[in-house]
Nanobody, 128 residues
Framework: QVQLVESGGGLVQAGGSLRLSCAVS????????MGWFRQAPGKEREFVAL????????YYADFVKGRFPISRDNAKNKVYLEMNSLKPEDTAVYYC?????????????????????WGQGTQVTVSS
């Protein structure tokens, strides 16, 4: 059974940084894509970033471009989200997601239904 466990969340002041980690067990990292999503109170879960198996391709939501680089270490079965220049509106629970099917670069999987496994989430709170 594939399990994803996020860590690294916490409380930080606006302008600060956090590094989220996602550890995958029960299987090697997806050979297709790993993603990060977030869900703020009262809002739907939304796409944040995606990284291909090789790490050579990354995709981001417009609101985090340039601030939240995504990376992966296949040898360690981990995916990371480096969160910089944090804003109060970045406050949310952040989830790691694992996709086990191929995708087209013309149709990047940004929908929650496009992923097969999820972690339990880690809370990120940014104070103003």
């Amino acid at each position: 059974q594939v399990q994803l466990v996020e860590s690294g969340g916490g409380l930080v002041q606006a302008g600060g940084s956090l590094r989220l980690s996602c550890a995958v067990s029960g299987s090697t990292l997806s050979r297709y894509a790993m993603g990060w999503f977030r869900q703020a109170p009262g809002k739907e879960r939304e796409f944040v970033a995606l990284i291909s198996w090789s790490g050579g391709s990354t995709y981001y939501a417009d609101f985090v471009k340039g601030r939240f680089p995504i990376s992966r270490d296949n040898a360690k079965n981990k995916v990371y989200l480096e969160m910089n220049s944090l804003k109060p509106e970045d406050t949310a629970v952040y989830y790691c997601a694992d996709r086990r099917n191929s995708y087209s670069v013309s149709d990047i999987p940004r929908n929650i239904n496009a992923y097969d496994y999820w972690g339990q989430g880690t809370q990120v709170t940014v104070s103003s």
